[in-house]
């Protein structure tokens, strides 16, 4: 990590603020400020935890620490791009930790070969946000409360094949957001319609201050209180707030202690449709809900499902104390759909 003094604008140093120009154009001083001060946790060193790290980094947080205690596989080869050549059976985190670093010398990137359920509660109180990947749905439970608890700003998402989700607890979150200000039409001597409309002078602007106020993991699961109703009806049952696909898919890990690769296609499929059968059972829902065809969709991480997925989590993961500036996105889907006719 390289130290610097400040003596830039605004309080950052002229090498901050050379590299960071562009984003300082696009979301101001004060945001870049508050960027620079995050510290955050990102959990699973796979194609999607590579994408989000990737995203973090070159934001230019404070500290990354990258945890994972899993070793290289054969498979990580295809979608993680920050594990050299020749690492197989090293430990992930420490296999991505040179590139990740040299992405951006000015965040201080640290690898911790460590499993995070070993992890005791006041470990996750010392960031700012924390991220999940490839976890499993207990995992995500355990982490998420601890965050709610102590206001800590929680992410979590996978990728399955052509099938990736994510979900955002930012506790009770306040932020600021750009509104044009509505300028009435002043009485004169005409009169109509058009002179009574309120209009927009795109030339002003006035700071509108918002808050909202988001659900932990283990209500949305449940599809309790509000969180159901910002819900696109193609991704979701009415049982349950997590993506069809995704609770098949977890079961399956957590049944499994793996994903599904694509080496033992014909046993996973299988097996896929059984976990399938059991999570509609206790949905109440007919096997319509989810078609035999999804499991095509859900074999290893595809590249480009981790840069969508991974650029809206390191969005939010990473703004920390800010993040998500514009508030209110809970849950992101991505779903192959069958094309046009």
């Known amino acids: 990590m390289v130290e610097k003094e400040e003596g830039g604008p605004g309080g950052i140093s002229e090498e901050e603020a050379a590299q960071y120009d562009r984003q300082i154009r696009l979301w101001g001083l004060e945001a870049q400020k508050r960027l620079r ?196 009806p193609d991704y979701f049952l009415l049982q349950g707030f997590l993506p069809r696909f995704a609770a098949v898919l977890l079961r399956f890990r957590a049944a499994e202690g793996r994903d599904p690769v694509p080496q033992r296609y014909a046993e996973d499929a299988e097996r896929l449709l059984r976990h399938r059968g059991a999570v509609l059972r206790e949905l109440g829902a007919g096997a319509e809900a989810l078609p035999d065809a999804f499991v095509s969709f859900c074999f290893s991480e595809m590249a480009a499902v981790c840069a969508v997925v991974g650029g809206v989590l390191g969005q939010g993961g990473g703004q920390g104390k800010e993040a998500f500036g514009g508030g209110g996105q809970t849950v992101l889907c991505v779903c192959p759909r069958p094309p046009p006719e």
């Open 37 to 232: 001060a995050s510290r955050v946790l990102l959990v699973g060193l796979k194609g999607l935890g590579a994408e989000v790290a990737k995203n973090l980094i070159l934001a230019g947080v404070k500290a990354l620490t990258l945890l994972d205690h899993h070793q290289v596989s054969a498979e990580d080869t295809g979608a993680q791009f920050l594990i050299p050549a020749g690492s197989l059976g090293r430990n992930r985190a420490e296999a991505s930790l040179e590139r990740a670093q040299n992405l951006n010398p000015m965040v201080a990137v640290k690898a911790d070969p460590e499993s995070v359920e070993s992890k005791p509660e006041e470990f996750f109180t010392h960031f700012d946000a924390v991220c999940l990947t490839c976890c499993s749905r207990d995992v995500m439970l355990r982490v998420d409360q601890i965050c709610h608890k102590h206001g800590v700003k929680f992410f979590t998402g996978d990728v399955f094949g052509y099938h990736g989700y994510m979900f955002a607890d930012l506790g009770e979150h306040e932020f600021v957001e750009e509104k044009t200000k509505v300028a009435k039409a002043s009485p004169g001597v005409e009169d109509g319609p058009d002179t009574k409309k309120a209009k927009l002078d795109p030339s002003e602007t006035t700071m509108v201050k918002k808050r909202v106020l988001f659900c932990p993991l283990k209500e949305a699961l449940s599809g309790a209180g509000a969180a159901l109703k910002r819900a696109a």
